[in-house]
């Protein structure tokens, strides 16, 4: 089956900085790369996605590098912001039983300081 | 438009015993994905319900098994419960199979004692 595996456990950043988090995956058939973001007490939130055919997407301060010889994907956080502390999962959708299902990272605790 | 709900949010019961949770979708939304959270490991995948039948399971043991009623919410039953089932469970919906933007629920907290 798929393993992803997800670095770093922690990051912790001063406001301003960038924050880079890192994920790995084993199928190279899996096809679609979504990061959600979890802050305390609360669901997972989509923030941005990516699939295969593609290698790299942005949406203001966030984007997602994807390099499927590699086999990583990358989320970007640009001038972080305090209220971007979070937990921050990377996930791979991958084909199981005829379907396609996610296999989730085991998530990375960001910490922004003002 | 309400999102996802779930119900309920805390439920506490005694290891050997049988938890219920209950999950409705978003309006329009025909499929439901299950997933345990436990504390350091991430999200990992249950179950998922498409249009009333279960189209894939994760490596969960048999214990844990559900349904999809006609209007789409589910259920989650999981029986013997054990200490390690202990963890947030998290439910998710999407307009079905070939949708992979998935949207989540708040989650039930299950703690067996």
């Known amino acids: 089956g798929e393993n992803v595996e997800q670095h770093p456990s922690t990051l912790s950043v001063q406001e301003g900085d960038s924050a880079v988090i890192k994920c790995t995956y084993s199928d190279s058939a899996s096809n679609y790369f979504p990061w959600y973001k979890q802050e305390l007490g609360k669901r997972p939130q989509l923030i941005i996605d990516i699939r295969s055919n593609v290698g790299e997407k942005k949406d203001q301060r966030i984007a997602v590098t994807l390099n499927k010889t590699a086999k990583h994907f990358s989320l970007h956080i640009t001038e972080t912001q305090p209220e971007d502390s979070a937990v921050y999962f990377c996930a791979a959708f991958h084909l199981s039983g005829g379907s396609y299902i996610p296999t989730f990272g085991r998530g990375t605790s960001l910490i922004v300081h003002p | 438009e309400a999102g996802v709900t779930q119900s309920p949010t805390h439920l506490i019961k005694t290891r050997g015993q049988q938890a219920t949770l209950r999950c409705s979708p978003i309006?329009?939304?025909?499929?439901v994905y299950w997933y345990q959270q436990a504390l350091g490991l991430g999200l990992q995948f249950l179950l998922w319900?498409?249009?009333?039948?279960?189209?894939n399971r994760g490596n969960f043991p048999p214990r844990f098994s559900g349904r999809q009623f006609p209007n789409y919410s589910s259920e989650l039953n999981v029986n013997a419960l054990e200490l390690e089932d202990s963890a947030l469970y998290l439910c998710?919906?999407?307009?079905?199979?070939?949708?992979?933007?998935?949207?989540f629920g708040p989650g039930t907290r299950l703690l067996v004692l």
């Open positions: 319900y498409d249009e009333g039948e279960e189209r």
């Open positions: 998710a919906s999407n307009t079905g199979r070939g949708s992979e933007t998935q949207y």
């Open positions: 309006s329009g939304h025909t499929s």
